[in-house]
């Protein structure tokens, strides 16, 4: 993987002009792996995501007695129909969400005693939620410090069905989990949802992955979800490259005054951050769409509109809103987007701080920040990113219009997009 300095400047541009490609889906990229492993026969996974979180997910599967291979972007992964080769297993899952959720429902269905830990920052995120309601469908599980974030310590007999229920107020990941580890219950397993549901549109990408590999879910809209016992089919998949990672270039377009084609994100997307999109024709931009790409074509002069939006089903894109929001003729407010303080860091406390050394007006709330358009700029910032990828893409695109900004730690985007400051610099 690519590696960068400490801290690396960005250089300003007056205008952008480009078609690009964007790395694979990291959301689908690690879904796809677990299915595949858990699926009857060999899947070849195309188009997916190199990074750290993917790899993490890659050695984890490995540790648990998986056989995975790659070629360039391609994986193939001899599934186990549902077992889990070995019976006891420690997996490092560093600062990997999606691996340390989606890891501990599945190693659930096998035999034996499993530890899933992390860096010091996972350690401090919650995970409670997602074994009371392992514990409903006969699963023991426990945390390490009894604090309900990891060390997390499955103790696996298989998954005996029946009906749970989970929250939806803290990340849909947990029910994404449990839904791909359902069908490998002794008898059907209910999922009860309680309280709002957070990304909803994750939901419906596990939904369609879980499909795709032949195993549907009934369900009531986002209320309940009854899960027959099943076995997934191997498949040769087509993974999407990633609409997070698309938002950035589109910002980037939307902030000079400039266009920005990506070429595997289009209107047939399963991946609800694609609506960043949409969110930046309400500020100004001209957004065109195909089947398979989106071009954004940003005002003149990058005088984007303010305004409020709700990014509840999109809550990663809240940060690169948040740094357009410097350059709008109005406010925005950025709304109902709580579980951003329980990311990679506290996300709304992190972007709050770091719009203040530009010399912005912010307010921040329980789940929503108000950023006022910039009047004075204090010049030569330096921003912490807190270790957190998205924090550094996002507040890179402020250089692109304001000279010294400059990025703490910019190697962080190696955890979903290794080469995102060379990508930027093509621009």
Same mark, same amino acid.
């Given at each position: 993987?690519?590696?960068?300095?400490?801290?690396?400047?960005?250089?300003?541009?007056? !205008?952008?002009?480009?078609?690009?490609?964007?790395?694979?889906?990291?959301?689908?990229?690690?879904?796809?792996?677990?299915?595949? #492993?858990?699926?009857?026969?060999?899947?070849?996974?195309?188009?997916?995501?190199?990074?750290?979180?993917?790899?993490?997910?890659?050695?984890?599967?490995?540790?648990? +007695?998986?056989?995975?291979?790659?070629?360039?972007?391609?994986?193939?992964?001899?599934?186990?129909?549902?077992?889990?080769? %070995?019976? /006891? #297993?420690?997996?490092?899952?560093?600062?990997?969400?999606?691996?340390?959720?989606?890891?501990?429902?599945?190693? #659930?269905? &096998?035999?034996?005693?499993?530890?899933?830990?992390?860096?010091?920052?996972? =350690?401090?995120?919650?995970?409670?939620?997602?074994?009371?309601?392992?514990? =409903?469908?006969?699963?023991?599980?426990?945390?390490?410090?009894?604090?309900?974030?990891?060390?997390?310590?499955?103790?696996?007999?298989?998954?005996?069905?029946?009906?749970?229920?989970?929250? @939806?107020? =803290?990340?849909?990941?947990?029910?994404?989990?449990?839904?791909?580890?359902?069908?490998?219950?002794?008898?059907?397993?209910?999922?009860? %949802?309680? +309280?709002?549901?957070?990304?909803?549109?994750?939901?419906?990408?596990?939904?369609?992955?879980?499909?795709?590999? &032949?195993?549907?879910?009934? =369900?009531?809209?986002?209320? !309940?979800?009854?899960?027959?016992?099943?076995?997934?089919?191997?498949?040769?998949?087509?993974?999407?490259?990633?609409?997070?990672?698309?938002?950035?270039?589109?910002? #980037?377009?939307?902030?000079?005054?400039?266009?920005?084609?990506?070429?595997?994100? $289009?209107?047939?997307?399963?991946? @609800?951050?694609?609506?960043?999109?949409?969110?930046?024709?309400?500020?100004?931009?001209?957004?065109?769409?195909?089947?398979?790409?989106?071009?954004?074509? $940003?005002?003149?002069?990058?005088?984007?509109?303010?305004? !409020?939006?709700?990014?509840?089903?999109?809550?990663?894109?809240? /940060?690169?809103?948040?740094?357009?929001?410097? *350059?709008?003729?109005?406010?925005?407010?950025?709304?109902?987007?709580?579980?951003?303080?329980?990311?990679?860091?506290?996300?709304?406390?992190?972007?709050?701080?770091?719009?203040?050394?530009?010399?912005?007006?912010?307010?921040?709330?329980?789940?929503?920040?108000?950023?006022?358009?910039?009047?004075?700029?204090?010049? /030569?910032?330096?921003?912490?990113?807190?270790?957190?990828?998205?924090?550094?893409?996002?507040?890179?695109?402020?250089?692109?219009?304001?000279?010294?900004?400059?990025?703490?730690?910019?190697?962080?985007?190696?955890?979903?997009?290794?080469?995102? *400051?060379?990508?930027?610099?093509?621009?």
């Amino acid at each position: 993987m690519l590696s960068y300095p400490d801290t690396l400047t960005v250089s300003l541009k007056p !205008s952008i002009d480009k078609s690009l490609a964007v790395p694979g889906s990291k959301s689908l990229t690690n879904r796809a792996f677990v299915v595949a #492993a858990l699926a009857e026969g060999t899947s070849v996974l195309r188009g997916g995501l190199i990074a750290e979180d993917s790899e993490v997910m890659i050695s984890a599967l490995k540790a648990l +007695g998986f056989r995975l291979e790659r070629s360039k972007n391609t994986f193939t992964v001899y599934g186990q129909a549902g077992t889990i080769p %070995v019976k /006891q #297993a420690e997996l490092d899952l560093r600062l990997s969400g999606t691996s340390i959720r989606f890891l501990t429902a599945m190693v #659930a269905v &096998g035999q034996g005693k499993f530890v899933l830990d992390g860096n010091e920052r996972m =350690r401090e995120r919650p995970i409670q939620d997602l074994l009371t309601s392992l514990g =409903r469908l006969g699963v023991k599980t426990g945390t390490k410090f009894e604090t309900g974030c990891p060390p997390v310590i499955v103790e696996a007999n298989g998954l005996a069905g029946g009906e749970t229920s989970i929250a @939806g107020d =803290r990340s849909s990941q947990y029910l994404s989990a449990l839904l791909m580890a359902a069908p490998y219950a002794k008898f059907p397993v209910t999922i009860h %949802v309680t +309280g709002e549901l957070q990304s909803k549109p994750f939901i419906d990408m596990t939904l369609k992955l879980m499909k795709d590999f &032949g195993v549907v879910v009934e =369900r009531d809209g986002y209320a !309940s979800f009854l899960i027959s016992p099943a076995v997934y089919q191997a498949k040769d998949y087509l993974i999407e490259g990633d609409a997070m990672a698309a938002g950035y270039f589109w910002a #980037a377009a939307a902030l000079t005054g400039g266009r920005v084609k990506v070429d595997n994100i $289009g209107s047939d997307s399963i991946q @609800g951050d694609k609506r960043l999109a949409n969110v930046l024709a309400e500020m100004g931009c001209q957004v065109s769409w195909t089947a398979t790409t989106c071009e954004v074509i $940003g005002p003149k002069k990058g005088l984007l509109k303010g305004g !409020s939006f709700d990014l509840n089903d999109m809550p990663d894109q809240a /940060q690169t809103l948040a740094v357009l929001a410097l *350059f709008a003729d109005s406010p925005v407010r950025i709304n109902n987007v709580w579980n951003m303080r329980i990311k990679e860091t506290d996300r709304l406390a992190a972007v709050h701080t770091e719009l203040k050394k530009f010399g912005a007006e912010v307010e921040e709330g329980h789940d929503y920040l108000t950023i006022q358009p910039l009047k004075a700029y204090k010049g /030569q910032v330096k921003v912490d990113t807190y270790g957190d990828h998205r924090m550094a893409m996002a507040f890179a695109l402020a250089g692109l219009r304001l000279p010294g900004v400059t990025i703490i730690n910019p190697s962080c985007v190696a955890k979903t997009f290794p080469e995102f *400051f060379d990508v930027l610099a093509s621009l």
